[in-house]
């Protein structure tokens, strides 16, 4: 039973008692008021909606993740077709029916193109930041 009209029978109770006209209007409202089993129905549509509500955004979640994870396993396939690496495993996994565990970078011939463009401007930079900290004068001393 909902909390009001658990109140609504309390007041009727009271003040129903000594004055007609607040038993009559009091009745007129318990009459529009909507019968228990119609308030169950309605919470349970409420939830209803809420739990499909809570599906939209989870499926909307889902394909989004989707996405991102597609859009990663082809970054991560291009970049082990750079390096010559096992697309599958990076060679961590020793039963990979593609390399056995030895596709680590270098495994096969790299791919010239996918080469040049992700992997020689990080060697370009890398190297010309050890020159700079080899330089003369300066404290800082290449490492590695
Ligand atoms: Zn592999």
Avoid: Y
Avoid at 25 to 40: H, I, S
Avoid at 48 to 70: G, H, I, M, P, Y
């Amino acid at each position: 039973m909902a909390l009001n009209t658990v109140l609504l029978e309390m007041i009727a109770a009271q003040a129903g008692a000594s004055n007609p006209a607040v038993a009559e209007a009091l009745a007129q409202l318990r009459a529009a008021a909507p019968a228990p089993a119609a308030e169950a129905e309605h919470d349970r549509s409420a939830e209803s909606a809420a739990l499909n509500d809570a599906l939209t955004d989870l499926r909307e979640q889902v394909k989004d993740l989707t996405c991102d994870l597609q859009f990663l396993r082809d970054r991560c396939d291009l970049l082990a077709a750079a390096l010559g690496a096992c697309c599958l495993c990076w060679g961590e996994d020793v039963r990979c029916r593609n390399c056995r565990g030895r596709g680590r970078p270098g495994f096969s011939q790299p791919d010239e193109a996918l080469l040049k463009e992700f992997v020689l401007p990080a060697i370009s930079t890398w190297r010309a930041q050890r020159v700079k900290a080899s330089a003369p004068g300066r404290a800082a001393t290449a490492t590695a």
